[in-house]
């Protein structure tokens, strides 16, 4: 079992940036592929981006370019660090684990979709 807790989230406003933090505990971290997620008000839950257990990263466009990734193996804690936060960023925001491994984006969605997950943090965004 994987028990997984979101942090870091709050309201900013536009421009800003602000990092997200997901603690985990319970089974060995490293061999993990992680995710996040996040839904906006109405919307169905999306992927954000992940990474794998071997740290290669993946991001849908939104996020290329404006969020990062990162795991910390020694803390057991994966980050997304969001920069220029836009009005559509506002959702909460989930961390995922997973221990399958993956070897693509669409298979590491799938996998954490069915994995472990926390129980989200909001994210708003004002103008």
């Known amino acids: 079992q994987v028990q997984l807790v979101e942090s870091g989230g709050g309201l900013v406003q536009v421009g800003a940036s602000l990092r997200l933090s997901c603690t985990a505990s319970?089974?060995?971290?490293?061999?993990?592929?992680l995710g996040w997620f996040r839904q906006a008000p109405g919307k169905v839950r999306e992927f954000v981006g992940g990474?794998?257990?071997?740290?290669?990263?993946y991001y849908v466009d939104s996020a290329k370019g404006r969020f990062t990734i990162s795991r910390d193996n020694a803390k057991k804690m994966m980050y997304l660090q969001m920069n220029s936060v836009q009005p559509e960023d506002t959702a909460v925001y989930y961390c995922?684990?997973?221990?399958?491994?993956?070897?693509?984006?669409?298979?590491?969605?799938?996998?954490?979709?069915?994995?472990?997950w926390g129980q989200g943090t909001q994210v708003t965004v004002s103008s």
């Open positions: 990474i794998s257990s071997n740290s290669r990263k």
């Open positions: 995922a684990a997973t221990n399958a491994f993956v070897s693509s984006m669409r298979f590491l969605t799938e996998a954490l979709r069915s994995g472990y």
């Open positions: 319970g089974r060995t971290f490293d061999g993990l592929a």
